[in-house]
T-cell receptor, first 114, second 114 residues
Framework: DAKTTQPTSMDCAEGRAANLPCNHS???????VYWYRQIHSQGPQYIIH???NNETNEMASLIITEDRKSSTLILPHATLRDTAVYYC???????????????FGKGTKLSVKP | DTGVSQNPRHKITKRGQNVTFRCDPI?????LYWYRQTLGQGPEFLTY????????KSRLLSDRFSAERPKGSFSTLEIQRTEQGDSAMYLC????????????FGQGTRLTVV
């Protein structure tokens, strides 16, 4: 599975969009990009995933560059409850397998401030 | 259903003692995963089950660690002859054996070895 690089920490003002970057320059053609977050004292929570097209769900948007070497997770209107560590994970989409055996890095600590 | 449940939430033990943690997954999920997380690091994959079969074990899972899922429902993780380096949060997750389906994590068991 390809390695990812994320900033250690970021700040965002409440109500503004939070844009969290992730570099995965060694990604291969069959590897997906997954995002999870971990709020303090809780287990990680799935946010979104994608292969090459941009994706959007009720939590966030995922923008993947055309060369797939980087991506950005967008939280459109950050709230204080979005303060968490955000993990970008690159993983082969294995047939028959769910996302459970993931390789987490250190992630980005996002602090949403009033 | 209240999600993935882990017990106990906290455990303090003396070095050399054995400890056992329990995980109750979301009832219809056939995959169950164990992770370990130390302070400031992302979760590290340990092992996973499909139903009662243990399908993958990380190199992190030393001989002192054993996991079971005897009836394909709840799982236990036992650590024998605990060491101070075993102090960590132990996370359990469950999911389906279908590609890209998300993993749902419990709140973890925090182990402190003194």
């Amino acid at each position: 599975d390809a390695k990812t690089t994320q900033p250690t920490s970021m700040d965002c003002a409440e109500g503004r969009a939070a844009n969290l970057p992730c570099n995965h320059s060694t990604i291969s053609g069959n590897e997906y990009v997954y995002w999870y977050r971990q709020i303090h004292s809780q287990g990680p929570q799935y946010i979104i995933h994608g292969l090459k097209n941009n994706e959007t769900n009720e939590m966030a948007s995922l923008i993947i560059t055309e060369d797939r070497k980087s991506s950005t997770l967008i939280l459109p209107h950050a709230t204080l409850r979005d303060t968490a560590v955000y993990y970008c994970i690159v993983r082969v989409g294995r047939n028959g397998g769910s996302q459970g055996n993931l390789i987490f890095g250190k992630g980005t600590k996002l602090s949403v401030k009033p | 259903d209240t999600g993935v449940s882990q017990n106990p939430r906290h455990k303090i033990t003396k070095r050399g003692q054995n400890v056992t943690f329990r995980c109750d997954p979301i009832s219809e999920h056939n995959r169950l995963y164990w992770y370990r997380q130390t302070l400031g690091q992302g979760p590290e994959f340990l092992t996973y089950f499909q139903n009662e079969a243990q399908l993958e074990k990380s190199r992190l899972l030393s001989d002192r660690f054993s996991a079971e899922r005897p009836k394909g429902s709840f799982s236990t993780l036992e650590i024998q002859r605990t060491e101070q380096g075993d102090s960590a949060m132990y996370l359990c997750a469950s999911g389906w054996d279908r590609q890209h389906t998300e993993a749902f994590f419990g709140q973890g068991t925090r182990l402190t070895v003194v």
